[in-house]
């Protein structure tokens, strides 16, 4: 059920990837940050999560465009689980009657 | 449920259980954009040969779906190791900038706290412990970044994630495109509500622009995962050099 090689690339990958996780805190945790340097960590956030989801930005489907306009605009204005729902709801719609 | 509603009334009354619990609530709008995606990343690893063993054990090690996605796409049998392990590391280097964003708000819990917590450190669990832990600072709670909470979101995160990786892995090739029916969009969804939470004006968010802007591009032009990397560092760059001129 296990391959030997198949192993080995599993456990390599969960290395390396617990390796990106426990870098940052361990480079930063014993050092005061300067005031710019703060100001890049508290922009880090932001730009990692728009930069994630930057493809939807620039979709060729005009039904994703729409789908997710309308979930930007719940978003500024609604909390979690409605804006999730409009947006889910109305990705599956105008696919269905545009895309 | 948004953050801001879940903060305040049960961080009052203080108890580790309902710490706990108010992670997990306020991870199951985004269990509703993972669990498709999970079934779906198992069927696909079947059909490239991996059991229903292995995948499992894949995502329950790794835990980085982003990650697991490549290497599926990759997969050959036997598998070309160095070219997995090493987009492994690439589509997940922006975890370094994660947990350096959460250093600020770690400085009240030890070491061997830390190491086991950032094991289950994924973007969900990442973005909502960090968004709970700037509403709880800007509330004047301290301290601001709750653990129980934290764990409480990535252990949902985690349990859902290898539990409907293997069901998709058993279930095989029945499942369709989930693409279909809308609920990739559950993730700008979540992103989006979270970065609102972050918003401190509109001076603050101009290296989200230039990172949206690059990222963008660089999705559309350059073939792979660059689009992550290239977007994060250029809005990190812009938000140094706009700090030099304040």
Redesign the interface.
């Known amino acids: 059920?296990?391959?030997a090689?198949?192993?080995?690339?599993?456990?390599?990958?969960?290395g390396?990837?617990?390796?990106?996780?426990?870098?940052?805190?361990v480079?930063?945790?014993n050092r005061t940050?300067s005031?710019?340097a703060t100001?890049?960590?508290?922009?880090?956030?932001?730009?990692?999560?728009?930069?994630?989801?930057?493809?939807?930005?620039?979709s060729r489907n005009p039904a994703d465009l729409l789908?997710?306009a309308i979930?930007?605009v719940?978003?500024?204005r609604?909390?979690?689980?409605p804006?999730?729902?409009?947006?889910?709801?109305?990705?599956?719609?105008l696919?269905h009657f545009i895309g | 449920m948004s953050v801001s509603e879940a903060t305040l009334p049960e961080a009052i009354d203080g108890g580790s259980g309902s710490e706990f619990r108010r992670g997990v609530v306020s991870c199951v709008p985004v269990l509703l954009g993972t669990i498709p995606y999970a079934l779906v990343l198992g069927a696909q690893a079947t059909q490239k040969g991996l059991s229903a063993v292995e995948l499992p054990l894949m995502t329950g090690l790794n835990f980085a779906g982003g990650s697991e996605f490549a290497a599926i796409q990759l997969w050959t049998s036997p598998p070309h190791i160095a070219l997995i392990v090493a987009i492994t590391f690439l589509v997940n280097s922006r975890h370094f900038l994660m947990g350096a964003a959460l250093v600020p708000f770690l400085g009240h819990l030890p070491q061997r706290k830390v190491f086991p917590a950032l094991f289950f450190l994924c973007d969900e669990s990442w973005a909502l412990g960090l968004a709970d832990a700037k509403q709880r600072a800007d509330a004047g709670i301290t301290p601001a970044f709750s653990l129980r909470y934290y764990m409480g979101a990535a252990l949902a995160m985690y349990l859902a994630w290898v539990g409907f990786t293997a069901t998709g892995a058993l279930l095989g090739p029945m499942l369709g495109d989930v693409q279909h029916y809308g609920f990739d969009m559950a993730f700008p969804a979540v992103f989006l509500v979270l970065m609102r939470g972050m918003w401190k004006g509109t001076a603050a968010a101009r290296p989200w622009l230039v990172s949206l802007v690059v990222a963008a591009l660089v999705y559309l032009f350059v073939p792979g995962a660059w689009y992550v990397a290239a977007g994060a560092v250029s809005g990190l760059a812009s938000a140094w050099l706009m700090a030099g001129d304040a």
Not at chain 1, 47 to 54: K, R
Not at chain 1, 78 to 81: G, P
Request: glycine share 8%; with cysteine; net charge positive.
């Open positions: 059920m296990i391959g090689a198949t192993l080995l690339t599993i456990v390599l990958m969960a390396v990837t617990y390796l990106t996780r426990i870098g940052g805190y480079v930063l945790r940050l005031a710019r100001a890049v960590m508290e922009a880090a956030p932001g730009c990692v999560l728009i930069s994630v989801i930057a493809p939807a930005f620039v789908a997710l979930t930007f719940a978003a500024t609604l909390s979690m689980l804006t999730v729902l409009i947006g889910v709801a109305s990705a599956g719609l696919r």
